[in-house]
């Protein structure tokens, strides 16, 4: 049994298909094969349930790939700290974050980074948070950026910023004569959101406790991105609300969109790194998380004015 058939079944566990695996373990399909029949034949059971359409786990199958993901963590965690007696900003570091952060953020924290640890090169992810949780927890990820409130054992988060929430409208829109806009009024049936599964989303109904969904007198249009939204918002199909960095993340000519603050007391996140307790890794950390603070501070200032 070695680390290299453990890592075959593992990949193959999660692709269920012989050719993407093999793809994935940059090895040939008849190679990949190989090797997962010599550790059932090792271990006198049947991993995988084989058909010309599909390829499934049996049921001792899903016991051996769970405990063999763990093996490969360990023996992943052996490698790391092999670094720590070396050099902490030389490895990899695998960074994801929430969809309404990576794209405002990646932009501006990978030139940074490349100045203070030029030899620590990121790997990037952005997706939801329950799925960066995870992939946090089983040591696919070694950081993740993500809004607070978040919990979870064995894992430490650090504040990194907050940002205010602006409201964004076409640059013709009646409210464009306000100087700040009362969270009470976004309650139309206009207003643009995010989809399910975005902690952005939930923050803004959070904030803005007229606009509910499910309320029968309110219907909100939903989309799956803010650079999504932003663009209906241009289009004239309504308004929204954006965090500070995504404000002025755009290419629009002046006379398109507008934006406003809240009225006090400003809604705002709070966005911050999570790491497992045992990353072997900290001074990695410690650069990442100052290097976020450092763009966080650089990016522009003056979105709250009227446009």
């Known amino acids: ?37 010599k550790l059932e034949d090792e271990l006198g059971v049947m991993i995988f349930e084989r058909s010309k359409s599909a390829v499934r786990l ?49 932009p501006h924290l990978i030139p940074q980074l490349h100045q203070v640890a030029p030899q620590m090169p990121l790997y990037i992810e952005e997706n939801f948070t329950h799925v960066l949780r995870d992939k946090l927890r089983n040591g696919e990820l070694d ?12 894992v430490l988060t650090k504040t990194l910023y907050d940002e205010p929430f602006y409201v964004l409208m076409p640059a013709d829109h009646p409210w464009t004569a306000k100087t700040s806009i009362d969270s009470a009024l976004l309650n139309d049936k206009s207003l643009l959101l995010l989809g399910e599964g975005h902690c952005f989303r939930d923050q803004v109904l959070e904030a803005c406790p007229t606009v509910r969904k499910g309320d029968e007198l309110h219907t909100t249009v939903e989309s799956s991105s803010l650079e999504t939204i932003r663009h209906m918002v241009a289009s004239g199909l ?24 809240l ?15 045992s990353f072997p890794r900290p001074q990695a950390i410690d650069v990442l998380a100052d290097s976020i603070r450092l763009c966080s501070v650089a990016r522009p200032q003056g979105s709250g004015a009227p446009a």
């Open 143 to 154: 950081a993740i950026i993500i809004a607070l409130p978040f919990l979870e054992a064995d």
């Open 58 to 106: 049996t049921p001792v199958g899903e016991g051996i790939v769970v405990q063999a993901q763990k093996v490969l963590e360990q023996a992943q965690g052996i490698r790391e700290l092999a670094q720590v007696g070396k050099n902490q900003l030389v490895a990899p570091l695998r960074v994801g974050a929430i969809y309404t952060v990576g794209p405002y953020l990646f």
């Open 263 to 277: 009225s006090p007391p400003v809604p705002y996140r709070s966005i911050a790194i999570a790491w497992r307790a």
């Open 1 to 37: 049994m070695t680390l290299t058939e453990l890592r075959y079944i593992v990949t193959l566990a999660q692709e269920r298909h012989f050719g993407r695996a093999a793809e994935r373990c940059h090895v040939s399909q008849p190679t990949l094969s190989v090797g997962v029949k």
């Open 238 to 261: 309504g308004i929204s609300v954006l965090p500070f960095s995504a404000v002025d993340s755009h290419h629009y000519a002046p006379g398109i969109i507008a934006v406003r603050p």
